[in-house]
């Protein structure tokens, strides 16, 4: 279990970025033939893209519901994304089976979505978290002064609308 930081955090990422999300949804429950094999497929991947960074993979957080699982992926940019889809061998490997086995049937969906991030154009805060996210991502610092509000993190002018707590301890 990640370890939780008390206090108020921001992320802080050096030039532009890509926010990747992929996911998959269970349609027909009770044909686990089918979708359990493509939820299965993404943790090989996962584990290429951890154990080879230099494809421009950053970071991941992975989400879980009754009907599938989303993943929020951190790239460095969109060309080294689309060159891991349509040349990473596991990617492909996966990609060719959904195809053959699932296709068009409606079994199972699956889905991503894209945005290119240009440099300073986010905010985030995270408070009272473990670092998370785009701050896992890329560098995680106190939401303080520039960085106190969402308004200051894009850039712009902003006093905080509550201040921000002092630390208990």
């Given at each position: 279990?990640s370890?939780v930081?008390p206090g108020?955090?921001t992320?802080?990422?050096?030039?532009?970025f890509?926010v990747?999300?992929?996911?998959?949804?269970i349609?027909?429950?009770?044909a686990?033939h089918?979708?359990?094999p493509?939820?299965?497929a993404?943790?090989p991947m996962?584990q290429?893209?951890?154990r080879?960074r230099e494809?421009?993979?950053?970071?991941a957080s992975f989400?879980?519901?009754?009907?599938?699982v989303s993943?929020?992926?951190?790239?460095k940019?969109?060309?080294q994304?689309?060159?891991y889809a349509?040349?990473g061998?596991?990617?492909?490997?996966?990609?060719?089976?959904?195809?053959?086995?699932?296709g068009?049937?409606?079994v199972?969906?699956?889905?991503?979505?894209?945005?290119?991030?240009?440099e300073?154009?986010?905010?985030?805060?995270?408070?009272n978290?473990?670092?998370?996210?785009?701050?896992k991502a890329?560098?995680?610092?106190?939401?303080?002064?520039r960085r106190?509000?969402?308004s200051?993190?894009?850039?712009?002018?902003g006093?905080p609308?509550?201040?921000t707590p002092a630390?208990?301890?």
């Amino acid at each position: 279990m990640s370890k939780v930081i008390p206090g108020r955090y921001t992320a802080h990422m050096e030039g532009s970025f890509v926010v990747f999300i992929i996911g998959m949804r269970i349609n027909k429950l009770w044909a686990v033939h089918k979708w359990l094999p493509v939820f299965m497929a993404m943790g090989p991947m996962m584990q290429e893209l951890y154990r080879n960074r230099e494809l421009g993979f950053l970071e991941a957080s992975f989400h879980l519901s009754w009907r599938g699982v989303s993943l929020i992926q951190y790239w460095k940019s969109f060309e080294q994304l689309e060159a891991y889809a349509r040349k990473g061998a596991t990617h492909l490997k996966a990609w060719r089976r959904f195809n053959e086995k699932v296709g068009t049937s409606g079994v199972v969906g699956i889905y991503h979505e894209t945005y290119l991030i240009g440099e300073g154009q986010y905010e985030c805060v995270y408070n009272n978290m473990p670092v998370y996210g785009l701050a896992k991502a890329g560098e995680h610092v106190p939401a303080t002064g520039r960085r106190e509000t969402a308004s200051r993190r894009l850039g712009r002018e902003g006093e905080p609308a509550v201040p921000t707590p002092a630390n208990p301890r």
